[in-house]
């Protein structure tokens, strides 16, 4: 996520550069024809032009609008995790009670058991984070709104075990990432403490039940993250939105041509940097959409989860009466990841 | 689904040639009458045309939107079926409980009903993809969208019985084909065998609900996917948008053929390729909504349901602490079945 | 609903002939003023002409949108009362139990008590069915979306109490239809017996509950049919959207005579073939969503509710084990209902 | 609620009578000034006005649809509101019950606390639909959607105690209306009193917490009504969609002129009929939207609560097995309050 | 939250004053160097300009809608945070019951556990409120919406310590703000309470699990809040509709200056009052969505979150049998906070 009001011209330029020296070139090239080589036939009427510019520009925007459809949703699935995590506490915290129970258990017997609960939970979040960021949805494919993240030392991702290690004892990890999604798997084992908690009288049916409802709240959030990685925005729309706009770029210029030539002879020059800004409006539009559409890539447009997987901990070990906390993640070079 | 994020030219042939032949001859037969027969009044204002592409361009918008949405919508609800047959499945291995039963059950009894309860769940998603995809909603119609995947032996639907195997023993399999709705009825099954467990005093009255809370919720997703299956995007609102654009491709040419003879006499068959690009944008965009609106037919479009169903597969045998896990569905010619 | 990928001309026309005849006579009538009486004062700017019919557009394609809105919430309505009905079919089935009764009931008298609650279900469904059908909202409106259904014997409405005979005994019947709102009544009903069933020990309180809450979701989804049919698309969203494109129809043929002046002098005949088509567009626009927005008035674009309740019924009474299953509902012309 | 398909003529007058009158007399000055007095620098170019116009009719739509929203929810509460009440009624009915109680209740003394419980919910829904309609919006702002609703004795607003006399004791009346929010308060009464019913072992924990929870859907969806009335559509947006249309409709004429005064000499004066109906679309346009954005105004576009809140007594005191029941609200001059 | 109907020029003035100075000097400029310079060259046609516009009104549309959505979606938020807490206090005083308790409590014992509960829960939102205005979004970043509110007295930010001493002791206060979440602690600090009374004996274990649930909701509604507050309209779409504007803005005179040149000489001087008509049209609409984007800001377009927290406080603590309720919040200078 970029955190600053306006983006800065470094943030710009990698994005924009290849393209505007295209457009200069390509109309250039187009007016040079035109007026030196006195290729009159190059200039086409406007109107038809104008007509692919207003088809375009619903297509571009209901692309955007569907990018941003999706990474606002990316962000309020973590919002609701971290809602989750939180109901999560108070409820292991004040829902296990030796009250029924025939077992005798001391202070901090139970206390470790909250923290076993509380902690497998942090390793869940960030097991679910890792995992997301992995896998690029496009092997092959590779652009600047990566580049800019990958420059950046601290946004190296860990290996999933060396960042479980602040949770989970060793051993735990290592069967762990053998499961095919080790994500999953964690909260089965959740699962699996809750039942035994019910059967030794430290839980109540019903707020057995309620907890465990946690767990399917969990797994619906992790369900919604991975569905909106593994189901990009649908190429047969994300494609021709390309197309298009890049085959009214194509266009452009020869209609520019003869708007500029009706005004006077030099004018057509002109048609430089008009072309060059309708067309870096319309590519910008574009690229603004495709690269919000993909949330969890390890991009500039990613949804901030290390914040808030580190913001989680902080509450939960906070709840957990530790004093200890970590700092909260600050952006670097103003992006936050 | 298709899997690359640029759309290569052997799937995109198949849905354009027919029509962008048809866009050359046309408009090479109108700039012939035009300029070689003299029939100048072939050439009409550009400016009512524009008016039309105006508002085609809104309503095709709209029919992509919605198009859009039915296709979002459904992959949601397969995501939704995939987090609840998770939460289904950490419900029965820690719901189910001989503590309070007067049946002595050995451990490996317990873990046969479990196990009994997962694989027909398995096979309850299994019945709910081959179901939707059996039956096409359109019994005459076929298009490239359909052709592209046929060709693929791999994708060929296999009947009900065959797949169910995997996971049901036959005689089951030869009852349930029987009935109307066989994934229904698998669902009434789980049910029954959860009066039994409740009868037999290995659940609660209140981890009976719950549990069959779970069987409410497969019901109402099953019932979202025949939903979007049964009711395709309204004709009134489809078969307009067809007919506008059309409308609109036909009369183009004529409004085309008076702009380009304002700038110079031969410029009149520049009509042929600019007719050319505006038309196939605009049916262009017309298919790519009419080809997204049914996301259960067995085309490229489709929401990648086999792969969906071998995911939760492996999650919930890895759970049940199965070894020998099937492989993830892998993409053939970048389509996810 | 319409079932046919393609509408054809015979349910076209209906909705179309007077219109294009209006068309055809106005604008014959407007060019022969202009070019035989020489009334060339007739000829107005098409510019201002082109801004009402953009707004128009916006306007319309917001009604369109709202109307489609209705249609599909709707739709989405009768899904959920599909997925209900099965929910309440396995509880009935599963959660009515002797287990904690002090009664003992013979096996068939349980399953008449199962029968009784699914059937008198089934008269719910249909009662709410033909309520939603037998008021229209607009008194004496009328128009072809109707006729084309009232054309055809098969769908007469059945007066409530013979549509009932087929689920309930006579004397019920009689009784229940004497009550302002028979669907309601009939919940009441079921709510009634529930309780017996509670206070003869053959439901646990929590099971009573829970099928108490399905009860609860029948009242919230027949409230959203009733409140869809008595809260028509309000007026003056509705009624403007029809005005303001008449008013562009009104104008259009003024601005289009200078247009098509502009390129010769006989050019001003195809103002009748070019406005019919620009006028058709808009028109057609207008009556899709005005012949979309109500959804349960017996017309041509209703939701199918006949079709519905008859899968429902074939559903439950498949749990119920019977075998002499009605048939499905089959689209007649092209309409299914 | 407007009620009849068409919108008569005088129901539109008295909203469009002012402004008409003010676009013919200014567009009558300008052409005036233009023609006779030869200010022919008055026209001005039309194609930065259509600009404009596009603009305007963007934004414009944008507040429409929000309007919109904000009437459907409205009603959309108040068929939730129905759809509780309905199911608040067959809980009270069914629910208390004598099964576990030391006491032993009469009949009659049980159907008393029903009647109670369900007179006091139709007090609660008299005095939220009374409290919403009392104080508006704008202090001193009036207009014809007030007028005309005004104008008609029968909608005249009674006090909240006249209207609470049909269901509750005057007694109780005089010590709720004290209270800041007596609606708010009437829930405080019916949860006091099923905490009555529960001491009294008349309702069961669970059943308890399911009643309760019933308070709070209704909680929510006074809430929601609350909301709509003390949060009007924020005046930013408003105030500019205002503004904007205005400066539109100033700056037209100006660019028709031009338009008109191509054609021919005299063709200016059309300018006149021309400017009156693009200004008379647009301003009907912002009107529409502006007179919609609050449901709860004792306007003519007001949610039919009165008529709502009868249908809920006439359903309710059905249940109760009452046979008086009062008759439905019709509505008075096509308006359904 | 602006509370008139119409925004006083007094309010507009400091938003525009700067830009509207800009646009006339600019303007000027331009018209003095055409027609008193001579410089011929700077017109250029208007045509492509418009394409500009259009595809820049959509952008902005967009970028609108969207503040909207999430300046709705913060009033939403708080809406249910009032239904929550009115539901909070009828459950906190009709669930708390000695009916199963051992221990014997007097009346008032048990009402100042109620009032506990119900102040700590007024402290919640208080501090919830405080966080949520404390720290701004963008650090360094001031405009007139903040100006306009940080120049009234009454709207200066109180510490929170302050504002919590109306509801908890000081010593509970000072713990209270040393962690690093104080709103999600006082959560923490009910949660516990409830513990204890369960484990007393004054819940059932069926209320407790009822009256946790609603701490889920408000962790879920403050998640929500702090979601709103941290994830702001991202960068990459707000930005460029700035800079998308300010592109059109820049280009727009010149091809104005072509457009009333066509008409006389001296009229390029109308390029100035008609250029700064459209360039405020546009940067207005660009503004509104800017200023719109953070409901929790101290700004003119906040949420009414003080209002809201006071309504909130006086029903409540009137549910209490509370006499000496406080006033509700009044706006001052037509703006409510």
Redesign the interface.
């Known amino acids: 996520?970029?955190?600053?009001?306006?983006?800065p011209f470094t943030i710009l330029f990698p994005f924009t550069w290849r393209a505007v020296l295209l457009f200069l070139s390509y109309s250039f090239l187009i007016c040079f024809l035109y007026d030196e080589m006195d290729w009159?036939?190059l200039?086409?009427?406007?109107?038809?032009v104008?007509?692919?510019?207003?088809?375009?520009?619903?297509?571009v925007?209901?692309k955007?609008?569907?990018s941003?459809d999706r990474?606002w949703e990316a962000?309020?699935i973590w919002?609701?995790i971290?809602?989750a995590s939180?109901?999560w506490?108070?409820?292991v915290?004040?829902?296990i009670?030796t009250?029924h129970s025939a077992h005798t258990l001391t202070d901090s017997e139970l206390q470790q058991i909250r923290k076993d609960l509380i902690y497998r939970h942090l390793a869940y979040i960030t097991a679910l984070r890792v995992q997301l960021r992995q896998k690029p949805v496009?092997e092959l494919?590779h652009n600047p709104a990566h580049e800019v993240v990958e420059r950046i030392e601290a946004f190296r991702q860990c290996s999933l075990d060396k960042e479980l290690s602040r949770f989970l004892p060793l051993n735990e990890i290592e069967s762990l990432i053998r499961?095919?999604?080790p994500a999953?798997?964690l909260?089965?084992q959740q699962?699996?403490q809750?039942?035994d908690l019910?059967?030794n009288g430290l839980l109540?049916?019903?707020?057995h039940?309620?907890l465990?409802?946690m767990?399917?709240e969990f797994?619906?959030q992790?369900?919604?993250c991975?569905?909106i990685k593994s189901?990009p925005f649908?190429?047969?729309?994300a494609?021709?939105s390309y197309v298009?706009t890049w085959?009214f770029i194509f266009?452009l210029p020869y209609?520019?041509l003869?708007?500029?030539a009706?005004?006077?002879n030099?004018?057509v020059w002109?048609t430089v940097p008009?072309f060059t800004?309708?067309a870096w409006?319309?590519n910008?539009?574009e690229i603004?959409g495709d690269?919000?559409e993909n949330p969890f890539e390890n991009s500039i447009?990613d949804v901030p989860m290390t914040a808030i997987c580190r913001n989680i901990e902080?509450?939960l070990r906070?709840?957990l009466a530790e004093t200890d906390?970590p700092k909260r993640v600050q952006a670097i070079n103003n992006i936050l990841m």
């Open positions: 996520m970029f955190t600053t009001k306006r983006v009159k036939f200039a086409i009427p406007f109107v038809p104008a007509t692919i510019g207003t088809a375009v520009a619903f297509y925007g209901f955007n609008n569907s941003y990474l962000r309020r919002g609701s971290t809602n939180r109901s506490a108070i409820m915290l004040d829902y009670s009250q496009w494919h499961h095919p999604n999953t798997f909260m089965r699962s699996a809750l039942r019910r059967e109540s049916d019903f707020h039940v309620d465990e409802r767990l399917v797994y619906n992790q369900g919604a991975e569905r189901f649908p190429r047969q729309y494609f021709f298009f085959l266009v209609g520019l003869t708007e500029m009706k005004v006077g030099w004018h002109l008009f800004i309708i409006i319309f910008t539009m603004v690269t919000s447009n902080i509450d906070d709840m906390l």
